[in-house]
């Protein structure tokens, strides 16, 4: 059993033999998660927790309060945290002195950031925007995007369009079809449906709530499958699937995020090794 300062995964045994995938549901909040989970509205995302080495969502500390600032600290290996006391080493780091977070598990580059390091190491890097700060139409929403080999957003992938998780991942596994099956890929997702606007996604409301994050996060939940599928057909995959902030919906009067309330430091997180998938249906 690994000590309580290893990470739950061996990373850095993982790199060149399983395809990486980074999957973050922008701003969902532990507690939406977390009730989806309880009341059976998220069966795909169920069937996955029950594959990781804890059975339910984990509750983590995010690096950030919101979108941009968080992805930067993921992409330099920065994870959300375990809320237990720590330290707590990481599943990816960059080289740098006096790094107290990584041990023999964790996967080091020497680079400036994830992508640029997996890149190193032979594999193809995509990235399916999709808030705002992953909008290539202007200068601050291509920073991101243009670390990635493979990129692109449209209108179809932001948060205004109700089916726009559907759209990401039917780009997603198209790019990682494309992509020869000797070379393994980091695929990056960030996914809007979250975000607001999201009451257009339980009929009748007027304004979004925990509700309606959580009528989109079923949403969700039915368009993920075949992003898996596709992925498990080429190699076994190490996926992190997390929040990167939550979201205040009038808690203590506050609204929205970009601001330190427990309802955006707490966010869901996954982290998974999933066997490859043969046609058969056999694993291994």
Do not use: K
């Not at 029950?50 to 979108?67: C, K, L």
């Not at 995959?237 to 009038?250: E, M, Q, R």
């Amino acid at each position: 059993m690994p000590s309580a300062l290893s990470p739950a995964l061996d990373a850095a045994a993982c790199i060149g033999t399983h395809d990486i995938l980074l999957l973050t549901l922008d701003t969902l909040r532990y507690d939406v998660a977390e009730h989806a989970l309880a009341t059976h509205q998220t069966p795909f995302l169920a069937s996955l927790l029950g594959q990781a080495p804890h059975s339910a969502w984990q509750r983590r500390h995010t690096p950030a309060t919101f979108t941009w600032a968080a992805h930067q600290a993921f992409f330099t290996g920065f994870l959300p945290t375990p809320t237990t006391p720590g330290p707590h080493p990481r599943l990816f780091a960059l080289a740098f002195p006096g790094s107290e977070t990584t041990d023999e598990r964790t996967a080091v580059f020497d680079a400036p950031d994830l992508v640029t390091g997996l890149r190193g190491r032979g594999y193809q890097t995509i990235c399916a925007g999709g808030v705002g700060f992953f909008n290539e139409r202007t200068p601050l929403g291509r920073v991101l995007p243009e670390l990635f080999e493979d990129h692109r957003w449209c209108p179809e992938f932001g948060v205004t369009e109700p089916d726009s998780t559907r759209h990401q991942v039917a780009w997603a596994c198209e790019r990682i079809a494309a992509t020869p099956g000797s070379r393994r890929v980091f695929c990056f997702v960030n996914i809007s449906a979250l975000h607001q606007p999201n009451r257009h996604y339980l009929p009748g409301s007027e304004r979004d709530g925990v509700d309606t994050q959580a009528a989109a996060l079923a949403y969700v939940d039915g368009q993920l499958a075949p992003l898996f599928a596709c992925l498990r057909r080429r190699a076994p995959v190490l996926a992190i699937v997390c929040s990167d902030h939550g979201t205040a919906y009038g808690e203590d009067g506050y609204t929205g995020h970009r601001l330190a309330h427990p309802v955006v430091w707490d966010v869901p997180y996954a982290e998974l090794l999933l066997e490859r998938e043969h046609p058969t249906g056999a694993t291994a």
